[in-house]
């Protein structure tokens, strides 16, 4: 990546930055689909999905961060990502998120006995963000 072009990547959450690097290549999921970055494009602004950031550290091989929605930012060779809340994929406590799943998973099962619509949607939500944590942590 010597002689390239690249892009600086910022991955940031209310409590602070999570991921600062340079590369060439970032990938992310927006509420749209799947967009790569690379350096030069022209500005974007989209909402993102939750899913994982994936930035390029080598020929083969990236950064993975866990993002739970919010939004990404590209100008000037600059890629901010705003989450609610994002975790480097080395960070992730797997026994952790597994707990999350069956809690959501429990709570998925209630709203539906209960017909509550709120609970069952915010119940599908922890259980797309406790996925997308072990999905990457067993990557």
Known sequence: MDDKSLLTVN???PDGVVYDNMTDLAVCKTTLGEVGIMPNRVPLLASLAIDEVRVKTGEDSFDEI?????????????LS???????RKENIDASRAERARARAEKRIATAKE???VDDLRRAEVSLR????RLNISKH
């Open 129 to 132: 963000r406790a996925m997308n």
């Open 11 to 13: 991955v940031v959450t």
């Open 81 to 87: 990502v705003v989450a609610s809340a994002a975790e």
């Open 66 to 78: 866990a993002v739970s929605g919010g939004f990404i930012e590209f100008s000037n060779n600059v």
């Open 114 to 116: 209960t017909h509550n």
